[in-house]
C-alpha cells in the first residue's frame, strides 16, 4: 500500500504552511499582509495525522496480533523516530542563536530540555517550536498506553471522553485554538493548552483510523460504485478547498478553526486507501522523497527566520517576494540540517560499532 508515500508528502505541505505562518508573524509583521495568519492549523493537521498512524501501529501490531508490540518497544521507536533530530537541533540551533547573539532564551534548563520536558508546562525552551515535539512525545506515549491496557474499552470510551474534556477546557479557559506562544498552564496548573491542543487532535486521528477499519471491515459493493466514485471526489474537492480557506485565512480566534479536523481526517482516509482524485500528485516520490526534511524543517526554521530578522535580511523587501525568500532559504536550511544530522548519526553509529 503506497499510502506512506503520500503522507510524506503531506507532511512536507503542511510544514511549509506552518513556515508561511511563521513568516507572516515574524517577518511580515507590520506590512499589512495578513494572509496565512491561520496557517498554524497545519499544526493540527500533524497531530491529526500522527493520531491516525498511531492507531494503525496498535491495531496492526498489537489489536490484531497474537504477540502484541509491547509499551517498551513502542517506547524506543518513539525515540528513534523523534529524539536524534530534536537533541541535534536543540543544540545546533541553540548554539547558533548565541553566537549571532539572537537571545531567544537560556540554557539554564538544558537536562530538562534534554529529556523533552520542557514549553509546554512553564519550562523554557531552547528550541523555538519545541512543544509541538514534546507534546507528540508524551501524549503518543499516553494514548498507546491506554489502547494497549483497555483495548476497545479506551477507543470507544475513555479516549473519547478525554478528548471531548479537551475540548471543553479549551473552548471555557482561552477561547478557540489560537497560534503562537500558548505554552501557559492552564489545567490542573500543569496542563497547557497545546498539550490540550495536542490530545484533541491525536484522538481525532485515532477516530479517523477506528473509521477506516469500520470501512474496511464492511462490504460496500451493493452501492452503485459509479456514484460513489462521483461522491468522493466531489467531498474531496470541498475537503481540499475548506481546508486551504481555513489554513489561508486572514481572521484568527474564532471557533471555525475546530472544522478544521472534518476535511483533514476525510482526506488522510481517502490517501490512506487510494481513493484521492486530486491529491493523487502526493504520491509522486520526488516529492515524498523532499518530504523527508518536513520534521527538521519544522523544528529549524523559526530559529531562521529570528536571526534574519535580528539582522534585518529582507528589510524594505516586496512583501510576496519576503515570503517565496523564506520559504526557500527555510528548505535550503532545513536540507542542509537534515543531511548533516543522517552524517552525524552514520557516523557515530560506525563509531559504535567498531569499538
Not at 153 to 176: E, R, V
Not at 265 to 288: C, D, M, Q, T
Amino acid at each position: 500500500m503506497n499510502n506512506i508515500t503520500s503522507f510524506n508528502s503531506l507532511r512536507f505541505l503542511l510544514a511549509l504552511f506552518i513556515c508561511l505562518f511563521h513568516t507572516q508573524v515574524i517577518l511580515a509583521n507590520g506590512t499589512g499582509y495578513k494572509i496565512f495568519r491561520s496557517a498554524y492549523l497545519a499544526v493540527d493537521c500533524f497531530f491529526v495525522l500522527s493520531g491516525f498512524l498511531l492507531a494503525r501501529s496498535f491495531y496492526l501490531k498489537s489489536l490484531y496480533t497474537e504477540n502484541p508490540k509491547g509499551l517498551i518497544d513502542f517506547f524506543i521507536s518513539r525515540i528513534k523516530r523523534l529524539y536524534p533530530e530534536y537533541l541535534f537541533c536543540m543544540i545546533l540551533l541553540f548554539t547558533l542563536m548565541r553566537c549571532l547573539n539572537v537571545n531567544m532564551g537560556s540554557g539554564k534548563a538544558f537536562f530538562l530540555n534534554f529529556i523533552m520536558i520542557t514549553d509546554v508546562s512553564g519550562i523554557e525552551t531552547m528550541l523555538l517550536g519545541a512543544w509541538y515535539v514534546v507534546v507528540l512525545f508524551w501524549l503518543s506515549c499516553l494514548l498507546y498506553a491506554l489502547m494497549y491496557f483497555f483495548k476497545e474499552k479506551a477507543l470507544q470510551l475513555y479516549i473519547p471522553l478525554l478528548s471531548f474534556f479537551c475540548l471543553f477546557a479549551i473552548t471555557s479557559n482561552t477561547g478557540p485554538v489560537v497560534g503562537l506562544g500558548y505554552s501557559v498552564p492552564m489545567v490542573l496548573g500543569f496542563l497547557s493548552q497545546d498539550m490540550v491542543r495536542g490530545f484533541l487532535g491525536l484522538s481525532v486521528g485515532i477516530f479517523a483510523y477506528m473509521i477506516s477499519d469500520y470501512i474496511n471491515k464492511n462490504d460496500w459493493n451493493w452501492i452503485n460504485q459509479k456514484k460513489l466514485h462521483f461522491i468522493l471526489i466531489l467531498i474531496e474537492l470541498l475537503s481540499i478547498v475548506g481546508l486551504l480557506i481555513l489554513l489561508c485565512s486572514s481572521k484568527k480566534d474564532s471557533f471555525q478553526y475546530f472544522n478544521i479536523y472534518f476535511p483533514f481526517a476525510f482526506i488522510i482516509i481517502l490517501l490512506f486507501y487510494k481513493k484521492e482524485f486530486f491529491l493523487r500528485f502526493l504520491s509522486n516520490p520526488v516529492l515524498a522523497k523532499i518530504g523527508n526534511i518536513s520534521y527538521i524543517l519544522y523544528l529549524s526554521h523559526i530559529t531562521l527566520m529570528f536571526c534574519l530578522k535580528k539582522y534585518s535580511v529582507f528589510s524594505g523587501i516586496n512583501v510576496v517576494l519576503l515570503f517565496v525568500l523564506s520559504i526557500i532559504i527555510s528548505m535550503v536550511f532545513a536540507t542542509i540540517l537534515y543531511f548533516s544530522c543522517r552524517f552525524l548519526k552514520s557516523f557515530i553509529i560506525k563509531q559504535l560499532v567498531i569499538k
